[in-house]
């Protein structure tokens, strides 16, 4: 089988590189990253002002007639990041095999909208029928998407998910450096909850913690570090999956501290927030709760810092990044196959 992945998004390119080499599957790329694209005589997926994300009938059809022999030399096209990019192949009538793996809601809109309406009646119209084909495979990365379709905007598109396998493909190890000088130093994100909602660094420091907040080379940079220290702003991340094989211990504060946290302070959750289904979200599942270390206070943030058995703690994630992935890898191979 020869897979076409169409994605914005580096993580899941990386992500799905890594399953299809586990499965011997071939897999090219067409991105916005020129330099991740398989074929480099094709050009990016790109438009002025971020308007690729915005896929309008007229962009669709534009696409398609720039890359109908190009997408026709494929068994498979793979959509993630994000998933109106399937608007491509659904409305011209692709017949082959097409997997809309969704991320970041399946109707994501880059604002303002410059040419065109979008999304459109027409989008949702396309999003709810290729459920009913059988050559189209609609997967949620996480639940909330899935409930987000299904139960929020009451589409049909079923309760399938396949997360993220965490595996690190050779896009990232190529950059990746060793800097022994951080490794007791604690991680910080450089998102808007760590920064914004509050000022997360500073706050570990007057704990008595070197820390370092900003840009960093990949998942495999914060192997670098002591842990990381993160206030979630979002249902699911690839981020949190590349923690379990590679060994980054996160904390993370419980359900509770972080709804004490964000009360008056500008908190930030990829929309649309719905404090009650929190729990559904990658990073408070029960599934995870032996793996992330969850703190209830600063002054339990501390305790469990200085209580934790670092070197045992990082076995036990990567235990179960091997299980997860392949775990995650059989889910694919039956949308493959």
Not at 263 to 280: A, G
Request: aromatic content about 18%; charged content about 20%; overall charge neutral.
């Amino acid at each position: 089988m020869k897979i076409l992945h169409l994605s914005f998004h580096k993580g899941c390119i990386n992500d799905l590189k890594f399953v299809c080499d586990k499965l011997n599957i071939e897999c090219h790329v067409l991105s916005q990253f020129k330099d991740l694209n398989s074929n480099k005589n094709i050009d990016t997926i790109e438009e002025p002002f971020a308007q690729h994300y915005n896929v309008t009938h007229q962009l669709a059809d534009k696409y398609w007639n720039k890359y109908k022999n190009y997408f026709n030399s494929f068994d498979c096209i793979v959509t993630s990041d994000t998933a109106p990019l399937s608007r491509i192949f659904l409305q011209n009538n692709w017949t082959k095999r097409l997997v809309i793996w969704i991320c970041n809601r399946f109707d994501y809109t880059n604002y303002p909208v410059r040419n065109g309406k979008f999304p459109d009646p027409a989008y949702y119209h396309l999003l709810n029928n290729a459920y009913k084909q059988e050559n189209v495979f609609i997967i949620g990365y996480t639940k909330f998407e899935n409930i987000y379709a299904n139960d929020i905007r009451k589409l049909s598109i079923g309760y399938n998910v396949i997360t993220p396998s965490g595996g690190i493909s050779k896009i990232y190890y190529d950059n990746f450096v060793e800097r022994s000088e951080y490794k007791n130093t604690i991680f910080v994100p450089p998102y808007h909850n760590d920064t914004q909602m509050m000022d997360v660094k500073n706050k570990l420091n007057e704990l008595g913690y070197d820390a370092y907040c900003g840009k960093y080379n990949g998942p495999c940079d914060l192997c670098n570090y002591k842990c990381v220290v993160h206030m979630p702003y979002a249902w699911s991340n690839l981020a949190f999956f590349e923690m379990f094989p590679l060994g980054i211990v996160y904390f993370i504060p419980s359900i509770s501290f972080l709804k004490n946290l964000k009360v008056n302070r500008k908190f930030f959750w990829s929309p649309p927030y719905v404090e009650d289904l929190l729990p559904i979200s990658e990073w408070y599942d029960d599934r995870y709760k032996d793996l992330l270390i969850y703190f209830n206070s600063w002054d339990d943030l501390v305790e469990k810092i200085n209580a934790l058995n670092f070197d045992e703690h990082k076995i036990k994630l990567k235990e179960f990044g091997k299980l997860h992935i392949e775990n995650v890898c059989n889910s694919w191979n039956k949308i493959f196959h």
